[in-house]
């Protein structure tokens, strides 16, 4: 994808996340296509374009009405990885085998073999419509490394206490477990489960020796990643071009099989109001952290995490500081920006990186 300087970093046309009514749809399967493109996954560009073609002509069926008459706001929502990731189910499990020339990257008109297998399995995916995409990838957890290092050389404690919004199976808290090649720069213990070297560009994150006191973190609907069938779940959600992914969510499911991440079932405001009223230790850094969760959470629950976060920012101190690192989607350069807020003093939000959204590469800014 063009992780190329910044000033050379292609633009496109804003769109708002939040977009409903007619057309929005299209939009959203047309910038979804664009995103995947960019992303490196064109075998799923080819599944949303392939249904795309179907909504545009009007295929007919239970699942395709539903995704044209939809009354959210489709790319917010994630509406076209909704569809995606439950063909993709059905491929990993064999039962659509008519699909395997798509995923291989062969030839097939997609759109008439996306048609035959929508509707003779219609039942099983209509469920895939009904919550978000769970996209849990440890390779975003170098972005949080890399902002912690960031952090320490900002003078704030380098012993973080980690609270996670939007959690799905807690594999980025277990981040203390894996180890990172940060443009030269390493972090992590030597008997790590996983090993990360994104792609780095630009200059190395600051070298600096930080330690994770602890990890918790929250969903509306949290994944045991012991469980085979919602391990499955997040199998499909995962882009099919990026095998390395599989081989880090088999790493994962063996790492919570160990010792379970610290997850509780709640809403993103509700868990950050709980664990901000907590007692923090004296010398440690309070860090809220999510990756590709903010389109999911309410407007109203955005601003209280927000309001929570600035009330409590302004009463910390350079003994208790609290920080609030961020890797979402710039939908106007089809990536995804590593920002930081930081209070007692650095309130205003900083870009530290352009990041892929799995954590291929890393463009360092600052």
Avoid at 16 to 27: P, R
Avoid at 114 to 124: C, D, K, Q, S
Wanted: contains cysteine.
């Amino acid at each position: 994808m063009g992780m190329a300087g910044t000033g050379e970093r292609p633009t496109y046309e804003l769109i708002d996340m939040n977009t409903k009514g007619e057309g929005a749809v299209a939009t959203a399967f047309a910038n979804q296509v664009a995103y995947c493109v960019h992303g490196g996954a064109p075998l799923t560009a080819r599944i949303v374009a392939g249904v795309a073609a179907l909504l545009e002509a009007g295929e007919p069926g239970e699942l395709l009405d539903r995704v044209r008459g939809w009354q959210g706001a489709p790319l917010a929502d994630a509406l076209p990885l909704r569809v995606a990731g439950g063909l993709h189910a059905l491929h990993l499990s064999g039962a659509a085998a008519e699909l395997a020339p798509i995923y291989a990257g062969e030839a097939a008109d997609d759109a008439a073999v996306i048609a035959g297998v929508i509707a003779r399995h219609e039942a099983a995916l209509l469920p895939w419509l009904d919550g978000p995409p769970q996209t849990n990838e440890a390779g975003r957890s170098a972005n949080f490394i890399a902002a912690m290092l960031w952090l320490a050389e900002q003078g704030l404690p380098p012993v973080f206490e980690c609270l996670e919004i939007g959690s799905s199976a807690g594999i980025n808290l277990m981040l203390d477990r894996y180890a990172y090649n940060l443009g030269g720069v390493r972090a992590g213990p030597q008997d790590a489960v996983m090993h990360f070297a994104p792609e780095w560009r630009g200059a190395p994150p600051p070298a600096r020796d930080i330690a994770i006191l602890s990890t918790k973190g929250c969903d509306v609907a949290p994944v045991d990643l012991t469980d085979p069938a919602q391990a499955l779940r997040l199998k499909a959600y995962i882009w099919p071009e990026h095998k390395v992914r599989f081989e880090r969510m088999d790493a994962a499911i063996r790492a919570a099989g160990e010792r379970r991440p610290a997850i509780v079932q709640a809403t993103a405001a509700d868990f950050v109001e709980a664990e901000l009223s907590k007692p923090q230790a004296a010398g440690t850094t309070r860090m809220l952290m999510h990756s590709i969760v903010w389109q999911y959470v309410p407007a109203d629950q955005q601003a209280r995490v927000t309001a929570a976060m600035e009330a409590a920012g302004a009463a910390a101190t350079a003994e208790r500081p609290l920080a609030w690192v961020q890797v979402e989607a710039d939908r106007t350069v089809h990536c995804h920006k590593l920002t930081v807020r930081y209070w007692p003093g650095g309130a205003e939000e900083v870009q530290l990186a352009w990041s892929h959204p799995h954590g291929a590469d890393v463009e360092w800014v600052v």
